[in-house]
């Protein structure tokens, strides 16, 4: 569905969803966070159609974990939906999170007991320092991020929209060099984009237009450093078999 209200905004339609006849005044009651939005937008539900967009998982995961929980970083264990252990391969979704959290929530504790031992220490006192006021993104690059990786990294994927994609966001980054938080954001565009790229298949709920298949070949977790993605040849490395 996701893919279908995509490719109708893509060609310049306007996908609605129309409660009219088929929810009528029952949508006020039932579904009252949406005719709420509706209302505060200026749309009336029980006359109007509800405009809809698609929606995607841009990439699913998280911090890097080992069967215990236990990340790189000494001290520092992650689950659930913060966490990616690979438990659900390519498409962890929704109440999969649930067995994560329970799961690995459990050997977390477990491995925290364990590294404790019988007579833990209190953590030693941690002053922060005072920073200055960072640099604010500028809301109409971040607007250009935002649309660039919904064109071209959403719902329906190819290599010459995910190129381009790649292309805006070096713009982007040049046009505020200085802005911490506009390079958290640009790097973690860029790995997505890097990472989609590269994985000439469709798995999950990353959709290849020009790869529609998904590859014989057993499905394997893949790791990749933001310099690596930087340094990222333009012809995608994967080919399926």
Request: negative net charge.
């Amino acid at each position: 569905m996701a893919r279908g209200v995509f490719a109708q905004t893509q060609a310049g339609l306007a996908p609605a969803l129309d409660t009219r006849q088929a929810l009528g005044t029952s949508v006020l009651r039932d579904f009252t966070a949406v005719a709420a939005a509706c209302l505060k937008i200026g749309l009336d539900p029980l006359t109007d159609p509800i405009p809809v967009a698609a929606a995607a998982h841009y990439h699913m995961g998280g911090i890097a974990t080992d069967h215990t929980g236990q990340t790189s970083l000494p001290g520092l264990w992650a689950c659930g939906e913060a966490a990616s252990t690979g438990l659900h391969g390519a498409n962890r979704l929704a109440s999969n999170g649930l067995l994560e959290a329970l799961v690995y929530g459990q050997r977390c504790a477990v491995a925290i007991d364990a590294a404790l031992g019988a007579s833990p220490t209190d953590a030693p006192t941690n002053t922060l320092p005072n920073l200055d006021a960072a640099e604010v993104p500028d809301p109409t690059l971040v607007a250009r991020l935002r649309q660039s990786m919904t064109d071209g990294a959403g719902v329906i994927r190819d290599a010459p929209g995910l190129q381009r994609t790649l292309d805006d966001i070096a713009e982007i980054e040049v046009a505020q060099p200085t802005c911490t938080a506009l390079l958290n954001m640009t790097a973690t565009a860029t790995l997505i984009a890097t990472g989609a790229l590269n994985r000439c298949e469709s798995r999950g709920a990353h959709f290849r237009s020009d790869y529609p298949e998904t590859c014989s070949a057993i499905g394997s977790r893949s790791f990749q450093t933001l310099a690596e993605a930087q340094a990222m040849p333009t012809t995608p490395q994967m080919e399926t078999t």
